[in-house]
């Protein structure tokens, strides 16, 4: 009976029989190699190996049109700035993106639109008046109003403020004013003399004050200027650090989906 049975046996189930550590082994080599044959494709797709396209140039075109150009191309697009207003660019342009136009990136990159803001920041117009000119003038400079501009009229008092317009009409301080109006400081021009020695002021002494006034005018803005810069960049920073835990997130959700395709599929197998 028993030498029936060897004799139907074929020879593979003889050499599993007689040499299974070996047939073991060879099995195991078998199902290593088919494993990483189907990982390098698994990558091939997920990092869309071989699959480059070349980046549309998108700059100086509206957001709409430009979203439009990248949907097409079937690249993604993320907005990394829309709060900063160029006066010579149109609300809602493209000012830069990243990677640059006409290079060429896989199709899993995310192209990054630098948008210009849809309105100038608006800003309360600070007390002036009284001041010495060219402390006003850096004042408004500091706070970022790029149009101002001073003229003088007669008066007592030489380089004081005695009034300040927008876009040529009469504003009063604490009123929101956009960083683009133009402003009119006029301060007087102490052509006009007081009789009364008591009320004359040495010119001297006015242009000392001035003088101070503005070097003081000038370091708050120069401090101020660095505090915006350090607030930027520590913005910048924290938008990158935000980013990047978003794309580790998708990443995760990416590998999390293929392993439970790879268990589904595990039990159909079963």
């Known amino acids: 009976m028993s030498n029936n049975h060897n ?8 050499f599993r029989d007689r040499h299974p550590i070996l047939f073991n082994s060879v099995l195991m080599v078998a199902t290593l190699i088919a494993l990483g044959y189907i990982a390098l494709l698994f990558i091939d797709v997920f990092t869309s190996h071989g699959q480059q396209v070349q980046v549309p140039d998108v700059r100086n075109l509206p957001l709409e049109k ?6 097409d191309a079937g690249l993604r697009w993320e907005i990394s700035d829309s709060t900063t207003f160029y006066e010579n660019y149109p609300p809602g342009t493209i000012i830069d993106q990243d990677p640059k136009a006409k290079s060429y990136i896989k199709k899993i990159r995310i192209i990054y639109l630098n948008v ?13 008046v009284d001041l010495p000119g060219r402390q006003g003038m850096a004042t408004l400079r500091a706070m970022g109003f790029k149009h101002v501009t001073m003229d003088s009229i007669p008066s007592e008092m030489g380089g004081l ?7 040529g009409h009469n504003v009063a301080p604490g009123k929101p004013v956009s960083v683009n ?4 400081i006029t301060v007087g021009d102490g052509s006009i003399v007081d009789l009364n020695p008591e009320q004359v002021i040495d010119p001297e002494i006015m242009d000392s004050i001035d003088e101070e006034m503005y070097q003081e005018a000038q370091k708050n803005y120069e401090e101020e200027m660095k505090a915006a810069q350090a607030r930027a960049e520590q913005e910048r920073k924290q938008q990158a650090s935000e980013e990047k835990k978003d794309q580790q997130k998708d990443k995760k959700k990416d590998q999390d989906k293929k392993s439970d395709k790879d268990k589904e599929k595990d039990k159909k197998k079963n």
């Open 7 to 14: 004799k139907n046996m074929n020879g593979f189930d003889r």
């Open 66 to 71: 430009a979203i439009d150009i990248l949907d």
């Open 116 to 128: 210009n803001a849809m309105h100038a920041p608006i800003i309360p117009l600070p007390k002036l």
């Open 181 to 184: 109006s133009k402003i009119k």
């Open 161 to 167: 403020i005695l009034q300040v317009t927008v876009d």
